[in-house]
T-cell receptor, first 111, second 114 residues
């Protein structure tokens, strides 16, 4: 089945700096790549997603890039704020309503 | 509109017992999926239900089962509980299983097996 790897496991950034999380996937049939943010005591929340026919997508301070040839995709958070501190998960799907998740990144924004 | 509602939020059970968890999806969502989240294994797919039928199944033993009702509400059951079943169980709903636009997750049920 699909295998999604996520690096680094923990990321500390100064407030106002950028954070980048990278993921790789194994199944070239995957065509949908969402990113989820999980805060303590809550379920994961979808923050941005991208489909395989698009190379980049941006939503305010968050952007995602996809390189299908290399089978990797990245989450970029600019101008980080303390409320960005959370665990971020990348995931991949072949469109069958089933997601394979990475193990998650703990992002810590230092005020 | 109301989000995905999972009940109960917390459960403590003894080894060998069984447990039933409940999930009410977002109104209009017909697909409900279940995931197990643990620190070691992360988020692992259990199964997906659509129109009362199991459409996808993950690699979990038969002790894990589920069902979906005509109003799209879903339940999952774990029988003969083991210590390793301690986890956060997340339910997620989506609108259409043929055009996947991602899930909306509930806050989960934290199951502790002692």
């Amino acid at each position: 089945g699909e295998n999604v790897e996520q690096h680094p496991s923990t990321l500390s950034v100064q407030e106002g700096d950028s954070a980048v999380i990278k993921c790789t996937y194994s199944d070239s049939a995957s065509n949908y790549f969402p990113w989820y943010k999980q805060e303590l005591g809550k379920g994961p929340q979808l923050i941005i997603d991208i489909r395989s026919n698009v190379g980049e997508k941006k939503d305010q301070r968050i952007a995602v890039t996809l390189n299908k040839t290399a089978k990797h995709f990245s989450l970029h958070i600019t101008e980080t704020q303390p409320e960005d501190s959370a665990v971020y998960f990348c995931a991949a799907s072949k469109g069958n309503n089933r997601l394979a998740f990475g193990k998650g990144n703990q992002v810590v924004v230092i005020p | 509109k109301a989000g995905v509602t999972q009940t109960p939020r917390y459960l403590i059970k003894t080894r060998g017992q069984q447990v039933t968890l409940s999930c009410s999806p977002i109104s209009g969502h017909r697909s409900v999926s279940w995931y197990q989240q643990t620190p070691g294994q992360g988020l692992q797919f259990l199964f997906e239900y659509f129109s009362e039928t199991q459409r996808n199944k993950g690699n979990f033993p038969g002790r894990f089962s589920g069902r979906q009702f005509s109003n799209s509400r879903s339940e999952m059951n774990v029988s003969t509980l083991e210590l390793g079943d301690s986890a956060l169980y997340l339910c997620a709903s989506s609108f259409d299983s043929l055009s996947f636009y991602g899930y909306t997750f509930g806050s989960g049920t934290r199951l502790t097996v002692v």
